[in-house]
């Protein structure tokens, strides 16, 4: 047994402690599994997965869901290894001065008490306001990271979908972020429908990326091995790698960035019933001590409620296609599956997606209020041409014009409008009590609207206009909010009776009712 220094940590921020196993391995990342125990004083236990880091080298990074107080952790191994097992030490938690960051102030996002939300772990309500980057973690350098974090933390965003290798197993290019068709390689063999040969030195690049958008409080939605359409349609390996494979992946990814907030999408793009999805989402299941969530994003033409009853799935999220149509009845469809579990549309139509105007500018926001009302109240996902596969330029070859912005890159597709409408859904419901909220047509005339009864209650109305709330679940206290700008363009205390609240028609508008 060894016994390390004891070190100080904050709460929710990660830790890490570095074994060095005492004899060589073939291949670290798949010959040996190496775990340890952390106890707090009152008895509490968390379990967290190493991971291999190359060489003799293994990991394992641990985040206090305590105030304050001392772990006490030993590691254990998969095979005897005197510098991989039995090694112990102690992590000393004290609260210091509040964080900015609100992971950290708040903790981690958790699944809310009835399923349908997202909740921090200290039980604040939470929206999820995603972007799609897929191609960030394989294509973006550091530099070109901080300016879109920067940029999407200032519009509100505080999700991003990555695709955590490049996925086509026919994709060929420089293994060179910033030249046309390149990118960097997770696994050697990948192309070959495996993923054994992990190369630490990308994941090393990737914990720095990662690093970034947490900075800017931005959750890494990761996808692991995609089963669609990946990068340039060129037969993705998510469909075709041995389930073992994958299972043995997920554990990696919580291993390697579960300490930090993160989300799990352990189907993507494909039917979610391949076998590969149930291995991955038991194996995260398994493995995350945090339960941060855990779900499926599905493609277009599917009915997306694989799983439906596993234990290990907190939300499904489908996929609308890139056509420029509303349909947020994929997602009151959904909302009524059971058992319950929190759905959103994860991926409408791309901005500019393929021909400029595409589901532009509004469009977007419309796009969000009206799923988010249907019952996608886990949140609302933005998606832009040439952003989501990391395009250099608008004429970079080898990609597929159908989901190219005419004319931009990724740099210039951060600035498209719409991104602007869809970041505000969060920034708006911020600090509201909405936790668990439900579409509710009983408490207005026709208008879209989702209720935590006697707690809160929205409405979106797309042309605005006046208001008649009926019933005792609605707060008395509401403001009228602008989803344009975020601005509070009224408040007051709703009438009693066959009164209306006024407002002008014309111009979309939100009724937020609550009195806390």
């Known amino acids: 047994m ?13 830790v890490e402690l570095t074994l060095t196993a005492a004899q060589e391995y073939a291949n670290g990342y798949t010959d040996v599994e190496v775990w340890a125990d952390f106890t707090h004083d009152d008895g509490a236990v968390l379990r967290r997965p190493a991971f291999w880091d190359g060489g003799r080298t293994w990991r394992i990074r641990f985040a206090s869901p305590r105030g304050d107080g001392r772990w006490t952790w030993r590691s254990f191994s998969s095979t005897p290894d005197a510098g991989l097992a039995d090694q112990t030490g102690v992590i000393v938690c004290e609260a210091g001065a509040p964080a900015t960051n609100r992971f950290y102030r708040h903790g981690f996002w958790r699944m809310s008490p009835g399923g349908r939300s997202l909740i921090h772990a200290d039980g604040r309500a939470a929206v999820l306001a995603g972007d799609t980057a897929w191609a960030l973690p394989w294509r973006a350098t550091h530099e070109q990271c901080r300016v879109y974090a920067a940029d999407r933390q200032a519009k509100g965003f ?30 050697e063999d990948l192309p070959d429908g495996h993923i054994n040969q992990l190369n630490p030195a990308y994941f090393q690049y990737l914990d720095g990326l990662s690093a970034i958008l947490a900075e800017h409080e931005i959750v890494a939605v990761w996808q692991p091995v995609f089963f669609g359409f990946g990068w340039k349609g060129l037969q993705t390996a998510g469909p075709v790698l041995p389930p073992a494979e994958y299972a043995r992946y997920c554990r990696y990814l919580v291993a390697r960035y579960g300490a930090r907030p993160a989300i799990y999408l352990v189907g993507g793009d494909g039917s979610g019933r391949e076998p590969q999805v149930a291995a991955g989402g038991e194996e995260v299941e398994r493995w995350d001590a945090y339960r941060q969530p855990t779900g499926i994003h599905y493609r277009p033409h599917i009915v997306a409620n694989a799983h439906q009853e596993a234990a290990w799935l907190d939300f499904q999220w489908c996929q609308t296609g890139h056509s420029g149509e509303h349909v947020p009845e994929r997602v009151a469809d959904m909302w009524r599956n059971l058992p319950v579990k929190a759905v959103a549309n994860g991926e409408p139509t791309y901005e500019h997606g393929g021909r400029q105007g595409r589901a532009a500018g509004w469009w977007q926001g419309h796009e969000a209020w009206c799923n988010l009302c249907a019952g996608g109240a886990m949140g609302v996902v933005y998606g832009a041409g040439s952003l989501w596969q990391w395009a250099h330029r608008g004429d970079e070859p080898g990609q597929s014009d159908f989901f190219l912005a005419p004319g931009a890159g990724w740099r210039q597709a951060l600035d498209f409008e719409g991104s602007k409408y869809v970041g505000l859904v969060a920034r708006i419901l911020d600090g509201y009590p909405f936790a668990d909220m439900a579409p509710n047509w009983e408490v207005t005339l026709g208008r879209r609207g989702l209720l935590v009864p006697g707690k809160f209650f929205l409405c979106y109305s797309e042309e605005g206009g006046p208001l008649l709330i009926f019933g005792d679940d609605v707060p008395q206290h509401y403001r009228m909010i602008d989803p344009r700008t975020g601005a509070v363009v009224g408040s007051g205390v709703r009438p009693q009776g066959w009164e209306w609240i006024p407002a002008e028609w014309g111009a979309p508008l939100l009724y937020i009712f609550c009195d806390e």
Do not use: H, I, K, Y
Not at 2 to 13: D, N, Y
Not at 162 to 187: C, N
């Open 2 to 14: 060894t016994t390390s220094a004891t070190l100080s940590a904050q709460p929710w921020r990660e």
């Open 158 to 187: 505080n999700a991003v979908l990555l695709m955590s290798v490049q996925p086509d197993m026919g994709a060929r290019g420089p293994r060179e972020r910033t030249a046309d068709e390149g990118f960097d390689v997770g696994f």
